[in-house]
């Protein structure tokens, strides 16, 4: 099928940026004298926001004002640091050059911050999204199909000319929430055999693979 836009996931698909998230996250603790969390720890732990983040990384029993105050520092850690180790995952530029080029309409739909969703847009991926967005008030997060729908109806393209492509099960139920197909790719926070027990009805390993699909 030719489609008229792509939507895409950022943490996993698009970009690694997990060893800032990684650092941000244990600042914060640090500040609340908690124990650091490993990168693969952070791994499991990012997808459904920043909040549930911070909720799932201080010890079993935290207070609330207290994951309160992680939360904040955690904010205030990444809106510093969010590109300082955030690297592109190989093939994704170029493929993005190649969708625009074809006139098919590209976008980033995320539960990551929305001031690090911009900035993070801007800085890797100058001229190559039409549309870049992530979780702020107002607008359910994913799975939730809100922020998905929300895009594409700025875009002009209804879901059912669109797809959603993403790295985690949290994907997969967003596209079927909003009507679009979904294709999960194995390069990011999830392994192969846990997307296909959530349902991935095709999964994609590399960007050439990606891009056969989607032109």
């Not at 990684?22 to 650091?36: D, I, M, T, W």
């Not at 625009?100 to 911050?113: D, F, H, L, M, Q």
């Not at 009507?179 to 999964?203: D, H, K, N």
């Amino acid at each position: 099928m030719t489609y008229r836009a792509v939507v895409f996931d950022m943490d996993g698909t698009i970009l690694d940026t997990l060893e800032d998230m990684k650092r941000s996250v244990n600042a914060a603790l640090a500040a609340e004298g908690f124990p650091p969390r490993t990168l693969d720890e952070v791994r499991h732990f990012v997808g459904n926001g920043n909040r549930r983040l911070v909720e799932r990384a201080v010890p079993e029993g935290t207070e609330a004002d207290a994951v309160e105050r992680v939360f904040r520092g955690f904010h205030a850690q990444y809106r510093a640091h969010c590109m300082d180790h955030a690297r592109v995952y190989p093939g994704i530029p170029a493929l993005l050059a190649r969708l625009r080029a074809a006139g098919i309409r590209t976008a980033v739909v995320s539960n990551k911050a929305d001031y690090a969703v911009k900035l993070l847009a801007e800085r890797f991926f100058p001229g190559l999204l039409d549309a870049a967005a992530g979780e702020k008030e107002g607008v359910r997060r994913k799975p939730a199909p809100d922020g998905v729908l929300a895009v594409l109806a700025a875009l002009g393209v209804p879901p059912a000319e669109a797809v959603y492509v993403g790295d985690s099960e949290v994907d997969i139920e967003t596209a079927r929430n909003a009507g679009l197909p979904c294709l999960s790719v194995t390069w990011g926070f999830r392994p192969e055999a846990y997307l296909i027990r959530q349902g991935a009805g095709r999964i994609v390993r590399t960007a050439e693979e990606l891009g056969a699909l989607l032109l």
